[in-house]
């Protein structure tokens, strides 16, 4: 069983990495949505939500006595940052931070449900009502943005069409 908790407390501390990483690329991509009311609207509700979503897997953490990968953190926020700056000076950064936004949320969603089977077989009953929470938002996201990519692929060639700036 102590192989199966090291494993579970670093699925928790990559998952807590990984939802810092997910706000340092959605605040980069949100600088730049204001022609996009609706995108930006439901990109601000999922900050809310990945905001109280690090927080708890942080109290997690804390609780099991595990400390957060300072690392991993680190790291994934400046590997968002890096993509969030990358894509300032593309033509077509929305699209393609959405593409990327989308693949993201996928990578979540599996690592919140690899680590929900952790939890359950450690008992972890109190975890699991939060990890199975954050997996229903992650999902949600994800739809979300695969269900309006379609339209915001058609507002951004309909402004590069006309001349005007595709990415504000």
Not at 52 to 65: C, N, V
Request: net charge negative.
């Amino acid at each position: 069983m102590d192989d199966i908790r090291e494993h579970y407390l670093a699925w928790l501390r990559d998952a807590h990495a990984m939802e810092e990483q997910a706000l340092t690329m959605m605040r980069g991509l949100l600088s730049r949505l204001e022609n996009d009311p609706v995108l930006c609207s439901r990109m601000e509700q999922h900050v809310a939500e990945t905001e109280r979503q690090a927080e708890s897997l942080r109290k997690l953490i804390e609780g099991r006595d595990s400390g957060a990968s300072m690392m991993k953190d680190t790291l994934g926020k400046a590997s968002a940052l890096g993509q969030a700056q990358g894509g300032m000076f593309a033509d077509d950064e929305i699209v393609k931070g959405l593409m990327a936004s989308y693949t993201f949320e996928q990578m979540e969603v599996a690592a919140y449900k690899v680590i929900i089977s952790t939890a359950s077989v450690l008992e972890d009953t109190t975890a699991i009502a939060i990890f199975e929470q954050n997996l229903a938002e992650e999902q949600g996201m994800a739809d979300w943005l695969l269900d309006h990519l379609d339209q915001t692929m058609r507002i951004f060639l309909a402004r590069d069409e006309a001349g005007r700036p595709a990415r504000r």
